[in-house]
T-cell receptor
């Protein structure tokens, strides 16, 4: 079974600074998808960014980018120019590329606070 | 696109009672998922449907839990003989089956408190 580990329970960043959130995963599969989700205090999960394992190029979405290291099974999220609205819980998630196995497996999450 | 809708938002019940939650997915989404989330933890997978077929159930889903999606649209999650350990946020999500990279769209969840 696949597992996702987020070892940092909390992080804090100064507004306008850059922060990196860590995630590692364990799998025996070669093809899969990785995601970062954000859960603000209102509780609705929102997709931040996604990465296909067969793509070497790191995904980027505006201020959000990932550092995907397949051999190390690492998938970190970098938030540049942090804003107060970035404060939330962030979850790393894994999804098998196999058609029959559709579910997302989440890590425990990390609480990000942004200092004004 | 009205998003994924869950009802009720909050439910307080006494131990031993049965509860039922409803989820209305995004209309064109054929996959529907149920997750459970306790405070400070990541969502844990419970079950998912493709159209009306329940394709996978987690071992977390004891025989007191049952989920249905009778017409491939809305879904219900029932918990019988609730226990205090069932207290959690129950999240519903939907996605498109034909797009593997399609993200899950989550609802706001139903918070269950068992007293």
């Amino acid at each position: 079974a696949q597992t996702v580990t987020q070892s940092q329970p909390e992080m804090s960043v100064q507004e306008a600074e850059t922060v990196t959130l860590s995630c590692t995963y364990d799998t025996s599969e070669s093809d899969y998808y990785l995601f970062w989700y954000k859960q603000p205090p209102s509780r609705q999960m929102i997709l931040v960014i996604r990465q296909e394992a067969y793509k070497q190029q790191n995904a980027t979405e505006n201020r959000f980018s990932v550092n995907f290291q397949k051999a190390a099974k690492s998938f970190s999220l970098k938030i540049s120019d942090s804003q107060l609205g970035d404060a939330a819980m962030y979850f790393c998630a894994y999804r098998s590329a196999g058609g029959a196995n559709s579910k997302l497996t989440f890590g425990k999450g990390i609480t990000l606070s942004v200092r004004p | 696109d009205t998003g994924v809708s869950q009802d009720p938002r909050h439910k307080i019940t006494k131990r031993g009672q049965n509860v039922t939650f409803r989820c209305d997915p995004i209309s064109e989404h054929n996959r529907l998922y149920w997750y459970r989330q306790t405070l400070g933890q990541g969502p844990e997978f419970l079950t998912y449907f493709q159209n009306e077929a329940q394709l996978e159930k987690s071992r977390l889903l004891s025989d007191r839990f049952s989920a249905e999606r009778p017409k491939g649209s809305f879904s219900t999650l029932e918990i019988q003989r609730t226990e205090q350990g069932d207290s959690a946020m129950y999240l519903c999500a939907s996605s498109l089956a034909r797009a593997p990279l399609s993200p899950l769209h989550f609802g706001n969840g139903t918070r269950l408190t068992v007293t």
